[in-house]
Every structure is written in structure tokens, then in C-alpha cells.
């Protein structure tokens, strides 16, 4: 499996399109997989190591800029589509655009039949905070199924990542939807990268 998502991602991967709204999603033709997080996450870095490029994903320096889902298509022809939701916990935002990224990610979790997985990342250094609980509980209310991706694994010490990790992992098996395993990742040092890539090209054959 890690092979064959090596070969996938080493081929054609193209964006495709935002869509501001629901009504401007792609026709549901193959299998999706989401991206989820906190703004500054380090989302846009990750999907960029993931998919072996540099600028696929635009990297902001206003976290929450991105506030539509963004797809990519990988392969040719088309196996499976990554989409970048917008990111979330964004304080600097007014309370009716809080309150659209809400309903948009919501529909989307709910109504979206070809997407099989949801990736949740937390950024290593902090765990999980209050408004990723909401997300989680956003996606058990959904009934997507998702697993958590620790991000900037490389920006903490060993002992400390043990520590995150394990309690990250504590928490998701408290979670209806979420997988039990934690994939830890680094996009700076291509750590975990590979085992990502099987997970995403393992959800998608699903």
C-alpha cells in the first residue's frame, strides 16, 4: 500500500476548484478525502508534503484566509479527490462568518456521500484545544468517520511528542467516529508522510 500511494502521488495532481458553496461541489464521481484544522495548522504545508509539491496547497500568512473547500484532483484519470476545508478557530473573524464556515462544513460533512475519510490535524505543540473537540464532535454528529494527523512533530522534543501523542490517542478512542491510531507527522522533515499517503489511498478504496 505504501508503494502503490507513493507511485499515485508521484503522478498528475491538479486543482480542481473552490467551492464557496455547496451548490459549486464537483459532481460526486470518486472518492474524497477531507482535510480538517485549527488555522495554522500547518494544513496547506502538510498537503503540499503529501502530494510532493510545493505550492499545490497556498501556505497564507493570515490564518483563516481559506474559506472555501478547495479540491485536488490525484491521478489520471481521477482516483480520489483531496479537499482542503477551511480552517477553523480563526479569532480575528466576524460571528457571521463564523457562522457560515459552520453550516458549510456541517452540510458538507453531512451530505457529501463519496467522502470516506476526514483527516483532523493538531498541531503537536499545543494537543487538542477546546475548538478541536468541537470539530470532533462536528464529525461524530456527522457520522464521518476521520483520523487524527499530528502536525509539526519535528518542533517539540521526544518525550514531549510521547506525551501528546498518547494523550491525542486517549482521546480519540473516546470518540464514536475516530480512528484509535495517531498518524504523527512532520512536513519540514517528511516524517509520517508515507504512512499518510497509504492511510489516504486505504480510506479512499474503502
Given at each position: 500500500?505504501?508503494?502503490?500511494?507513493?507511485?499515485?502521488?508521484?503522478?498528475?495532481?491538479?486543482?480542481?476548484?473552490?467551492?464557496?458553496?455547496?451548490?459549486?461541489?464537483?459532481?460526486?464521481?470518486?472518492?474524497?478525502?477531507?482535510?480538517?484544522?485549527?488555522?495554522n495548522v500547518g494544513k496547506s504545508s502538510l498537503l503540499n508534503a503529501l502530494t510532493g509539491r510545493k505550492s499545490l496547497a497556498r501556505t497564507s500568512v493570515t490564518p483563516g484566509r481559506t474559506q472555501e473547500l478547495n479540491y485536488f484532483e490525484v491521478g489520471e484519470p481521477t482516483r480520489l479527490?483531496?479537499?482542503?476545508?477551511?480552517?477553523?478557530?480563526?479569532?480575528?473573524?466576524?460571528?457571521?462568518?463564523?457562522?457560515?464556515?459552520?453550516?458549510?462544513?456541517?452540510?458538507?460533512?453531512?451530505?457529501?456521500?463519496?467522502?470516506?475519510?476526514?483527516?483532523?490535524?493538531?498541531?503537536?505543540?499545543?494537543?487538542?484545544?477546546?475548538?478541536?473537540?468541537?470539530?470532533?464532535?462536528?464529525?461524530?454528529?456527522?457520522?464521518?468517520?476521520?483520523r487524527v494527523v499530528l502536525t509539526k512533530a519535528d518542533k517539540i522534543k521526544a518525550s514531549e511528542l510521547a506525551a501528546v501523542t498518547a494523550a491525542t490517542e486517549a482521546a480519540a478512542r473516546k470518540r464514536t467516529a475516530a480512528y484509535p491510531q495517531v498518524i504523527v507527522t512532520s512536513s519540514e522533515k517528511r516524517m509520517g508522510i508515507a504512512e499518510l499517503r497509504a492511510a489516504v489511498l486505504e480510506d479512499a478504496e474503502q
Open positions: 500500500m505504501v508503494e502503490r500511494a507513493r507511485l499515485l502521488f508521484a503522478g498528475p495532481i491538479e486543482f480542481l476548484k473552490s467551492a464557496p458553496a455547496l451548490k459549486f461541489l464537483p459532481d460526486p464521481t470518486v472518492p474524497e478525502v477531507a482535510f480538517a484544522g485549527r488555522s479527490r483531496l479537499v482542503d476545508m477551511p480552517g477553523y478557530g480563526f479569532a480575528k473573524a466576524p460571528p457571521k462568518v463564523v457562522e457560515q464556515w459552520r453550516r458549510l462544513v456541517r452540510d458538507f460533512l453531512r451530505g457529501r456521500v463519496v467522502l470516506k475519510r476526514t483527516l483532523l490535524l493538531i498541531d503537536s505543540r499545543h494537543g487538542i484545544k477546546p475548538v478541536d473537540e468541537d470539530m470532533m464532535q462536528m464529525l461524530d454528529e456527522a457520522g464521518v468517520g476521520y
